[in-house]
Structure formats: C-alpha cells, structure tokens
C-alpha cells in the first residue's frame, strides 16, 4: 500500500458530522490571495483547490480541524472557527 492511499484509508476511518453552517470561511474578494495558495499545498485532508481562474476554493467535508490551514494563510484571507458542539470530526484510529 502507498503512502498516500495508506492515509486516505485512515482518514476514512474518521466519522465527520456537518455542522449547519461552515465552520472556515474563505473571506470574500480573497479567493485569488497568494496566502490561500499555501492552503492547497498543506491541507492534510486536500480541502483546497485551485480552480482555472487561480482563485482558490475548499469544502468543510472531511476537515480534521488542525487549524494548519489558519497557521499557513492567516485570518486576513480565512474565518477559521471550531464546529459547534457535537458536530465535526470523530477521530477513530485515524
Ligand atoms: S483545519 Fe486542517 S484539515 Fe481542516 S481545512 Fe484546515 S488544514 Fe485542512
């Protein structure tokens, strides 16, 4: 097994509950902010991408709440908070 489908096979251990609303943001008008680049190169999960038109975009499905993405970009460009109670990643021998 590769390294790479070794972690998606942990990471799918993990049991997540959507909360009602996203819990990170990316801010609007900073979706082509150099800083949100550094997101798509260190999600652990690979929640960021960059569309054709350099501008960045991420899902909250599957987030494992490492605030990395935070520490990388900065809250200038993300509106990074914890999920509300009860909602969000279960860690199960991921
Ligand atoms: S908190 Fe971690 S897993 Fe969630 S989006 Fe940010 S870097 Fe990815």
Not at 39 to 44: D, G, K, R
Not at 49 to 54: I, L, Q
Not at 64 to 83: M, S
Request: aromatic share 6%; glycine share 12%.
């Amino acid at each position: 097994m590769s390294t790479m489908s070794g972690l998606k096979a942990k990471l799918g251990l993990d049991v997540f509950k959507p909360d009602s609303e996203p819990h990170i943001r990316i801010k609007p008008g900073m979706e082509k902010d150099p800083r949100l680049k550094r997101a798509v190169l260190v999600c652990p999960a690979g929640l960021y991408k960059e569309n054709a038109d350099g501008a960045v975009e991420m899902t909250t499905d599957g987030c494992l709440e490492c605030g990395t993405c935070r520490i990388a970009c900065g809250t200038e460009v993300l509106e990074w908070n914890y999920p509300s109670g009860g909602t969000g990643v279960q860690f199960r021998f991921g």
